[in-house]
């Protein structure tokens, strides 16, 4: 479907292998419910590498691109828990981005996402949107999303960020590919993606590119069926 606000937080980080069972615990259990719980924050999904690096990518769809730069968020940033101050020190190869959305359309989730670290200028949105139409219409595909990174925004010195162990990478654009099946997104990547980034007028290397299977997601209006 298509994402549900105009701001999207995308990240992807790799885990020390020994604090990997605390990552997925404390994600699902304190941090995504953490996240969605601020103002502006309506959906996250945490998604696990079948191809590609890093191992983990997730992202949080909000109202606004302002929403991810608010006093609110920067507040829960600035006061990290300790249990997160225990998983976020062992985070590995993290890229953060701050987004707004360029194009979104879909209907439904896919239980598969690829995803495309994009650099360039790109096209105006009018045409963006016609390059990815074609995309949109493979079989198995059900959803395309393509994010404008603001690589100016989230470079606030927080103590979460301090917590990692280097800088946060980010990127100039991300392609965001949902699909039922695995396959069909095998197919887009191995076969359909350097004619999407020439319509696109956009680069991404191979190492930019992933294949994640969704293990997690919550929207807000989720959070009052905790018990």
């Not at 304190?30 to 924050?41: L, N, Q, T």
């Not at 990518?57 to 968020?73: G, M, Q, R, V």
């Not at 965001?176 to 990547?189: D, I, K, R, T």
């Amino acid at each position: 479907m298509a994402l549900a606000g105009r701001g999207v937080l995308a990240i992807w980080n790799g885990i020390a292998e020994e604090a990997e069972a605390d990552f997925l615990s404390w994600h699902v259990r304190e941090h995504i419910p953490e996240r969605v719980a601020v103002p502006g924050f309506l959906r996250g999904r945490r998604y696990v590498a079948l191809r590609g690096a890093p191992r983990y990518f997730n992202f949080y769809e909000t109202t606004s691109p302002a929403d991810l730069s608010a006093p609110d968020y920067l507040a829960r940033l600035d006061r990290p828990s300790d249990w997160t101050k225990r998983v976020v020190r062992h985070f590995r190869d993290t890229s953060r981005t701050v987004c707004s959305v360029a194009v979104s359309s879909g209907l439904g989730d896919g239980a598969f996402i690829a995803t495309l670290r994009m650099e360039g200028d790109g096209r105006d949105t009018e045409t963006l949107a016609r390059a990815l139409a074609p995309l949109g219409r493979r079989d198995g595909i059900v959803g395309v999303h393509l994010l404008r990174g603001d690589e100016a925004a989230g470079g606030q010195a927080t103590a979460e960020k301090a917590l990692r162990d280097a800088p946060d990478s980010t990127a100039s654009w991300v392609l965001l590919v949902e699909g039922v099946e695995a396959a069909a997104l095998e197919s887009f990547l191995d076969e359909g993606v350097e004619e999407v980034c020439e319509a696109l007028a956009l680069s991404c290397p191979e190492r930019e590119r992933g294949l994640y299977r969704l293990q997690y997601g919550l929207a807000r209006d989720q959070l009052g069926a905790r018990d």
